[in-house]
């Protein structure tokens, strides 16, 4: 289980990509890997079909190891791990660096 989540502004750790930052667009836990937008850009090419009649060269970002990434604290801007709080009947995450809970801005993807 990932303590990111769909919409967290995350940092890239380490790699070509290295201080680099977006919102996750996409999770996929069952592979530990995570979509995030202007990261890990790859260039595809592209056939003439149906749907891309023009086909050509096409950029789109790619799959990026969650291991790589970390979350950014809101209020100081810089990477921090994150934690749990019990309050009430609720648990919510919060960044380690700040103590503020984190709040995920959910993104529909199709």
């Not at 680099?20 to 003439?48: C, D, F, L, R, W």
């Not at 096409?58 to 019990?86: F, N, Q, W």
Request: hydrophobic share 35%; glycine share 10%.
């Amino acid at each position: 289980m990932s303590k990111l989540k769909i919409g967290d502004l995350v940092m890239v750790r380490n790699g070509k990509w290295r201080t680099k930052t977006g919102t996750i667009e996409k999770m996929m836990p069952s592979v530990g890997k995570a979509i995030v937008t202007g990261v890990n850009i790859i260039k595809k090419h592209q056939k003439k079909s149906s749907l891309s009649p023009q086909g050509g060269i096409i950029e789109r970002p790619a799959p990026i190891h969650l291991s790589k990434l970390m979350l950014v604290d809101a209020k100081t801007k810089k990477p921090t791990r994150v934690g749990y709080e019990i309050k009430g009947d609720k648990k919510i995450r919060i960044a380690k660096k700040s103590g503020e809970p984190v709040v995920a801005t959910k993104t529909e993807t199709k």
